[in-house]
């Protein structure tokens, strides 16, 4: 049985929780985190016997904390074959910061790269060894089209966040090729959580497609990525927006 750590997984209607309950319905075992006790609920909707289930709560910014997640998964499952970074944005108490650079003072910006950047990088960087001394390892970071492909006002913190993840994944790929790990990144345009917004919500409409992604459409994209199957694919980041990026006019 394959085990999974997946990040950011608290929100009931967010991407982290779909990637969860869908790995798991294909019989993988999961290790779910978030910063709050939510976390728990999730997993007992999971797995109301919690064989199969482990849910810890972690602040992923904090080296020592990352350590003891992947230190308590092994200890659970013995490996950890697939990594999902999901956990970023904002955490849970915090509002989503948006206003121009030239406002922003410098611990904001720091504090967007810490939960956007600096988790992905802790975690990933944790769970190297062991996949290297198993010859095998999937890596899936949930990126972003918002910084690697456009932007709006407000998002340079979140931007540069997500692009760095874009810019890491690529080294890592090239630095693990030969150890049988692949690592890769899944885009989203707009989606449709429990945080969306009410202008977020007319903007999906915009798409091509005319509505927003659902969670279990961007976490369809993660699982494939993370299958044995996928082996040949890594250093990529596979855009899920609806087409939105393709159309200049944007209603």
Known sequence: MQTAIITGAGSPGGIGFAVAHQMH????????????????????????????????????????EV??????????????????????MVQLGETML????????????????AITLNTAFLMTRAVLPSMTARRYGRIV?????TGPLVS???????GAAKAGMDGMMRAVALETARDGITINGVAPGWVTTASTTEEEKIAGTHTPMGRA??????????????????????????????GNTLQESKG
């Open 25 to 64: 319905a294909t019989g993988i075992r999961v290790v779910i985190t978030s910063t709050t006790e939510r976390i728990h609920e999730r997993a007992r909707e999971l797995d109301p016997a919690g064989k199969n289930v482990l849910s810890l709560t972690a602040d992923l910014t904090v080296e020592a």
């Open 67 to 88: 350590q003891r997640l992947v230190e308590t998964a092994l200890a659970f499952a013995g490996q950890v074959h697939i990594l999902v970074n999901n956990a970023g």
């Open 98 to 113: 948006s206003k121009p650079l030239r406002e922003m003072t410098y611990s904001e910006w720091q504090r967007q790269i």
């Open 141 to 145: 970071n949930v990126t972003s089209v």
């Open 152 to 158: 709006n006002i407000g998002s340079s913190a979140y």
């Open 213 to 242: 992604a659902s969670p279990d459409e961007v976490a369809a994209a993660v699982c494939f990525l993370a299958t044995p199957e996928a082996s040949y694919i890594t250093g990529q980041a596979l855009v899920v927006d609806g």
